[in-house]
């Protein structure tokens, strides 16, 4: 069934009917938690008792909004740390491996490729079991047979940004090995020939076509890392990040809070979106 | 620069690459296997022993979990072929332009949005004091409150949604390249909705249906969030048993060998899927 083909109009309808309740769906529980986070209730259910700002703007003691809470508002700045950590080191490594994979020739690198291809394919939940062990194995030998405590390799911050640094380079690879793939090398041997050496014609010539994936790249690597749950649940130690602090408040029962601080997340995660949107038109 | 780039650069760039595959992704998946290989006999004392991988087999609680686990998957991987399927094909055949990129774009936004906020937004809806039970009162078609948080079909629901994402973006994409003059040939040969679309559409749309339902899959039988959430006391899933031996029992050699079992039973899987349609893992990636 395509336009150019006389179909039946009741199927067309059937058909557009169903991606509207499909859009429908997939919208659903988005408006739904914003809309919560403005109900005049203690819980995020039904009855609607009326509009207010309270879970963003109250300061106790009744009630608290996300403002006044100190508890989410250090676990937001935790999170903005660990994706910060996890970004740079994610896009430079990520930068090395496009050039690597997309320009050099060398023994084993299709084995190479589909280890680097790996992490898209391990759950998040033995990612973050398989680096604790490991990272706890050497912890525990360093203290046994050295003396020296590793507390870095215990669980904490450290790890949640090994473990999420793990994946996300991954995917930051693909995405600046697809623009680097494009990448026309003449202009490179013409900075070449003008007495450029190697490394000033990569650095003025290819990593600026580079930067729309480089920023691309950057943004997603972010929005990943702050929303991570699965691998940093396992690594994570006393310092929870904001997935993990809203985690534990939705096991002791929700308010309305936890919809604000969703409204603001949403909020966040679409200016970055559209700023990344507005970048790729840019250039 | 030569083609495949001078020496020294390939040996600095090799470094770092291998220092993160090697340091986070191979020797700690090869540590969990020794570590979940061993018996603790005595304080630091280890000897090898595979009775760990013998509880998975004489516990049935384990069996069973593991068991549930893989065919809700399956079940959630083909329900999600099936809903994106029609939606994947109004954006790539029935839509053009402005509409189409809107549509593409409608598709994405969820994902932009954590899954701990998409998940926590489904409690709201379904639990007995959530919106559809609301509606359900309001409009007389349940005389009180319906409670449908808390089971399988709930669990369902929420896998579904969570990766309806990676099955329409590889839909759109091949079918976007299928040729509409294949389709009017069909029809002028005599073929109808149906053979048409069992004998073209769906052989050309096949790396797309590989790609998108390996994706799923893996996100379900990893996913943690959504059968904790909304699965009631006894929707276990497997990466619960991983957590619970993990952290709240602290016996790592067990909860080493669940996860080994469930990499290889995703592995086994993800490989049958490559080979009965003959496709690659390096492509389907792509």
């Keep these: 069934m395509i336009p150019t083909l006389p179909g039946s109009v009741g199927l067309r309808a059937a058909l557009v009917a169903y991606v509207a309740l499909f859009f429908a769906y997939l919208a659903a529980p988005l408006i739904i938690v914003g809309l919560f986070a403005f109900n005049d209730s203690r819980f995020p259910a039904l009855p609607w008792n009326g509009f207010t700002w309270d879970w963003f703007f109250a300061s106790g003691p009744e009630r608290t909004g996300v403002f006044h809470d100190r508890a989410i508002l250090r676990s937001i700045a935790t999170s903005a740390w660990v994706a910060g950590f996890v970004t740079v080191l994610a896009v430079l490594f990520a930068t090395l491996n496009a050039f690597l994979f997309e320009r050099h020739r060398f023994p084993g690198k299709s084995a190479l490729y589909v280890c680097m291809l790996l992490p898209l394919v391990i759950p998040g939940v033995i990612l973050g079991i398989s680096i604790l062990v490991f990272a706890s194995g050497i912890a525990n030998h360093a203290d046994e047979l050295l003396a020296i405590?590793?507390?870095?390799?215990?669980?904490?911050?450290?790890?949640?940004?090994?473990?999420?640094f793990a994946f996300l380079t991954t995917i930051a690879t693909l995405i600046i090995s697809a623009r680097l793939r494009k990448f026309d090398r003449s202009l490179e041997e013409a900075a070449l020939n003008l007495g450029a050496t190697p490394f000033v014609a990569i650095m003025t010539v290819t990593l600026p076509y580079l930067r729309p994936a480089l920023v691309g790249a950057a943004l997603v690597c972010f929005l990943m890392s702050f929303e991570n749950f699965n691998t940093t649940l396992m690594?994570?130690?006393?310092?929870?990040?904001?997935?993990?602090?809203?985690?534990?408040r939705l096991r002791e029962g929700a308010t309305p809070l936890l919809n604000a601080v969703s409204l603001l997340l949403m909020l966040g995660s679409s200016l970055l979106a559209m700023l990344s949107i507005a970048f790729q038109r840019k250039t | 620069m030569r083609a495949d780039g001078p020496r020294l650069a390939t040996w600095l760039l090799l470094g770092p690459a291998l220092l993160w595959?090697?340091?986070?992704?191979?020797?700690?998946?090869?540590?969990m296997l020794l570590v979940s290989l061993r018996l603790r006999a005595g304080f630091g004392q280890y000897q090898t022993s595979a009775v760990h991988y013998l509880a998975f087999f004489t516990e049935p609680l384990y069996w069973r979990t593991?068991?549930?686990t893989a065919v809700m998957s399956i079940l959630a991987t083909f329900l999600t072929l099936v809903i994106?399927?029609?939606v994947a094909w109004y954006i790539a055949k029935m839509v053009r332009g402005r509409v189409r990129s809107l549509l593409f774009l409608a598709c994405l936004v969820p994902?932009?949005?954590?899954?701990?906020?998409?998940?926590?937004g489904w409690m709201i809806l379904l639990r007995e004091t959530g919106v559809v039970s609301g509606f359900l009162q309001w409009s007389g078609l349940a005389s009180g409150p319906v409670e449908m948080l808390y089971n399988d079909v709930a669990v369902m629901v929420g896998l579904v949604y969570a990766s309806m994402l990676f099955m329409v973006v590889p839909l759109v994409t091949t079918l976007d390249s299928l040729d509409d003059s294949l389709i009017e040939a069909a029809y002028d040969l005599g073929g109808n909705a149906w053979s048409v679309l069992r004998e073209i559409v769906i052989p050309f749309a096949m790396p797309g249906i590989v790609s998108g339902c390996i994706v799923v899959f893996m996100l379900?039988?990893?996913n943690y969030l959504t059968p904790v959430l909304l699965g009631g006391k006894d929707s276990m899933w497997f990466t619960e048993q991983i957590f619970t031996q993990f952290i709240v029992r602290f016996n790592w050699e067990q909860g080493a060998a669940f996860g080994v079992l469930l990499l290889v039973l995703s592995s086994l899987i993800v490989w049958l899927g490559l080979k009965l349609t003959r496709q690659s893992f390096t492509e389907v990636m792509r």
């Design chain 2, 84 to 86: 994106a399927f029609p």
């Design chain 2, 111 to 120: 994902f932009w949005v954590s899954e701990l906020v998409r998940t926590y």
């Design chain 1, 149 to 164: 405590e590793l507390d870095f390799l215990r669980p904490g911050l450290v790890l949640v940004v090994l473990g999420q």
């Design chain 2, 21 to 31: 595959l090697v340091l986070l992704i191979v020797l700690p998946h090869v540590d």
């Design chain 1, 235 to 248: 690594l994570v130690g006393s310092d929870a990040p904001l997935t993990i602090t809203l985690f534990s």
């Design chain 2, 220 to 222: 379900s039988l990893g």
């Design chain 2, 66 to 68: 593991f068991m549930r």
